[in-house]
């Protein structure tokens, strides 16, 4: 095993071995921060491989994918014969006798995760995969924690929100997995006390780091004088609040303000949004446009008045905790107006790095967005405060190399080098 000098966390750093990471679907359009994340990694010389659980089912994809040299696995799934289990356990006990044992220690776990997690682990030990690293606490995590268990290596899974707080039909028995992974990262502070003081998280293993973005990719502009347009970015679902900026778009008409608005994406509420702009006769400037490529919305983005990213918690708990739309807007100088949600006060402080309208409520939500369509210089002040605060704490390749930096950690970990001789 090849170990280097200490990092500046004072962990040696060690750099034998692949690091797994372990999705429910890739790619995924709104999940760019994982794309990012990886790339990042890639940029400091760690070998990826990347692990889907499920299918694709989307049609659009980011640019950046193409950038990523990792390779993707996707793991078989469901179980296509009665024997299936039992033949990948057999090869699995033949290779590793010990994941025997640790098989036993999943009772809850359903056959069709045992199965993939097994075919994971036999990834793991013939790839020289040396840590597995899980984004959401749900499915992938389910699987990374099994398979880790059976190669004998670790694992670790960054925490999101909708993973945290959404009332899930099906037990996902988060507590069992914070208790078992090697470290948890969450995007926030917010999260971090909730995780702490409501799952006992060990706050030794906790830590924040913030989900960053490439600097590179989004130089700042100015925001222009005149007033342009709203825009608005991400899945039409409940948490996104897109039913609220309708209202509030409508509140404004009704005072003589029609503002001009685009709401880029796709999802299950856009019938549903749709029917609620022709009703509130804003069919003329308020408009769905479906979902764009990462340049497009850029471009968009450089050129609109101000983001509108009106989050609220769903009525499953389902919500953001940091969105990815809201640090690009703000690194690229284009001034926000979003909602204290989850991890967002640590993102936008009011009048000061954007502004903040009270969850959920139109009324306050159109006189934010009245009050910096009308204010130029407001505007300028925020975009240039933003950008400061994006540089500061939201880079890409810092956040990334703090999280490699764990994973180094761990990868000197007994169970880590236990593996390093082969099978």
């Known amino acids: 095993m090849t170990v280097s000098s200490p990092s500046p966390l004072g ?3 060690q750099t034998t071995g692949k690091i797994g990471y372990v999705v429910k679907r890739y790619p995924r359009f709104s999940e760019t921060f994982v794309v990012n994340e990886i790339l990042a990694h890639e940029a400091e010389g760690r070998e990826i491989e990347i692990f889907a659980l499920r299918p694709v089912e989307e049609t659009h994809f980011q640019n950046i994918i193409s950038k990523v040299r990792a ?111 090697d470290a948890v990262v969450t995007v926030s502070d917010y999260n971090v006390r909730y995780l702490n003081e409501s799952l006992g998280c060990d706050p030794q293993k906790l830590v924040r780091i913030f989900n960053g973005i490439d600097l590179n990719a989004f130089s700042w502009s100015a925001p222009q004088d005149q007033p342009h347009e709203i825009l608005a970015v991400g899945r039409l679902v409940e948490k996104k609040g897109f039913h609220i900026l309708v209202e509030a778009l409508h509140i404004l008409r009704d005072k003589g303000l029609r503002l001009p608005c685009r709401i880029v994406g796709g999802g299950n509420m856009q019938q549903e949004l749709q029917d609620q702009i022709d009703a509130s006769g804003l069919s003329e400037t308020v408009h769905l446009i479906g979902p764009m490529p990462q340049d497009d919305i850029i471009r968009a983005m450089q050129k609109a008045t101000l983001l509108a990213c009106p989050c609220i918690v769903g009525a499953d708990g389902n919500r953001d905790g940091m969105p990815t739309v809201l640090l690009e807007a703000m690194a690229l100088g284009c001034p926000v107006v979003a909602t204290p949600v989850t991890g967002i006060p640590e993102l936008v402080t009011q009048a000061e790095t954007g502004l903040l309208a009270q969850e959920g409520n139109p009324r306050d939500l159109a006189d934010q967005l009245a009050r910096l369509w009308r204010d130029a210089e407001l505007r300028a002040a925020l975009s240039r405060n933003a950008r400061a605060r994006i540089e500061a704490d939201f880079n890409l390749h810092k956040n990334a190399a703090e999280l490699g930096r764990i994973f180094d950690r761990l990868r000197c970990d007994d169970r880590a080098v236990a593996t390093q001789g082969g099978l």
């Not at 014969?81 to 640790?102: C, H």
């Not at 009332?167 to 078992?180: C, M």
């Open 71 to 181: 390779p993707v696995t996707r793991l078989r799934q469901p179980l296509r014969k009665q024997d299936s289990l039992w033949e990948a356990q057999k090869t699995l006990y033949a290779l590793r006798p010990t994941a025997m044992t640790a098989m036993m220690q999943f009772p809850e776990s359903s056959e069709s995760d045992l199965y993939q997690a097994i075919l994971l682990a036999l990834d793991c030990l013939s790839r020289n995969i040396t840590h597995l690293h899980a984004h959401f606490g749900t499915l992938a995590a389910t699987v990374a924690r099994i398979a880790a268990a059976l190669a004998g290596i670790t694992w670790s899974v960054t925490l999101h929100a909708k993973d945290i707080y959404c009332d899930y039909d099906e037990d996902h028995h988060l507590p069992l997995k914070l208790a078992d992974a």
């Open 11 to 13: 962990f040696p750093a």
